[in-house]
């Protein structure tokens, strides 16, 4: 699997590269700042870019601007944000940019490489990998749609963002999985939207219905 990373940071950026290099992908490029990343993106299209929020010049959102212009010109290209900061504006642009293939890590609550190495790969294949720190700074912009949940379903809301599946959302909250299909259910219903089995798609659906 290719792929190409977007870092500034020497030491990290080096890390990144020999793991994700010696756990079965393909490390196509090392960018420290946009340009390079746009070239490299552009000689040697990847299968999926890993990249930090803020680079040079500014250190504010460079590394987001570039991952959204990254999507529009390679329409589906897996973009896995892994950054120390939730860039609300640009966060909530990257996830409206499509349904499939997205992810944005905090790196200080990553707390295990296997963890890393499979969000990477869940995105490449086309999933949804979010933080649940990143959600909670995001609906809490436009939270009057979530007044409409109860504490249980805002948890269920939380785990379905993480990209969890019933099973695995039952599992955490010591629930049956006939009790996360009913609280799902009452999600969609108290937000007005459909229903549906497809756990990353009714990720982005809510983000998108709350006007992220």
């Not at 500034?8 to 590269?17: C, H, K, S, T, W």
């Not at 870019?49 to 390679?74: C, H, N, Q, S, Y």
């Not at 599946?165 to 108290?190: C, D, M, Q, R, T």
Request: charge should be negative.
């Amino acid at each position: 699997m290719r792929v190409v990373i977007l870092e500034d940071n020497p030491i990290l950026a080096e890390g990144l590269g020999l793991l994700l290099g010696n756990s079965g992908f393909e490390v196509i490029g090392v960018a420290t700042d946009v340009p390079e990343f746009e070239a490299l993106i552009e000689q040697s299209p990847p299968e999926i870019a890993v990249v930090d929020v803020r680079l040079p010049p500014t250190f504010t959102d460079e590394g987001l601007r570039a991952a959204i212009e990254a999507r529009r010109k390679r329409p589906g290209l897996p973009v896995l944000v892994f950054s120390q900061y939730v860039e609300e504006v640009y966060a909530a642009e990257l996830l409206a940019s499509g349904s499939e293939g997205i992810g944005y890590l905090l790196k200080d609550r990553v707390s295990r490489v296997d963890e890393f190495l499979e969000a990477v790969r869940r995105v490449a294949a086309g999933g949804t990998v979010l933080d649940p720190e990143v959600v909670s700074q995001l609906m809490v912009k436009r939270n009057d749609p979530l007044d409409r949940l109860t504490p249980r379903e805002r948890e269920v809301l939380a785990l379905m963002a993480e990209g969890l599946g019933n099973a695995a959302i039952a599992e955490k909250l010591v629930i049956s999985e006939g009790a996360v299909h009913k609280h799902v259910g009452n999600v969609f219903l108290k937000l007005d939207l459909p229903p549906t089995d497809s756990g990353h798609r009714r990720v982005l659906a809510v983000l998108a219905h709350l006007g992220l």
